[in-house]
């Protein structure tokens, strides 16, 4: 049984005027092992994030395909421009399939 992944951090306002453009910011915690490290003599398995999607009110609003060269505990930022009451979901695939999910609501101020 594989163990599941961390639960993301999400920070993003809670509120904002219509038109706005906010900052979100995401963090996942993950060793994103690319499978050529060695440690102590043996190599450490390959255990990598695959993708990041972040859809906007059920619109996809982005995606993002990780790679070997992907730090541990993948950081984004970005920016959205809130016209209405938004819900953003987010999640994150590994290559075993495993997925951690989470969203966040955004209100009009």
Do not use: K, Y
């Not at 453009?21 to 995401?26: F, G, M």
């Not at 970005?78 to 953003?88: H, P, T």
């Amino acid at each position: 049984m594989s163990t599941p992944l961390a639960a993301p951090r999400i920070r993003a306002p809670r509120s904002a005027r219509a038109g706005e453009v906010v900052e979100i910011r995401t963090l996942m915690e993950h060793p994103m092992e690319t499978g050529l490290r060695q440690e102590g003599g043996r190599t450490i398995p390959r255990d990598m994030l695959t993708r990041m999607r972040v859809r906007l009110n059920g619109e996809a609003l982005l995606e993002a395909e990780f790679r070997n060269g992907t730090a541990a505990n993948p950081f984004h930022v970005f920016f959205v421009r809130i016209d209405r009451a938004s819900e953003l979901e987010f999640t994150w695939t590994d290559e075993a399939g495993r997925t951690a999910r989470a969203t966040h609501r955004i209100a009009l101020a």
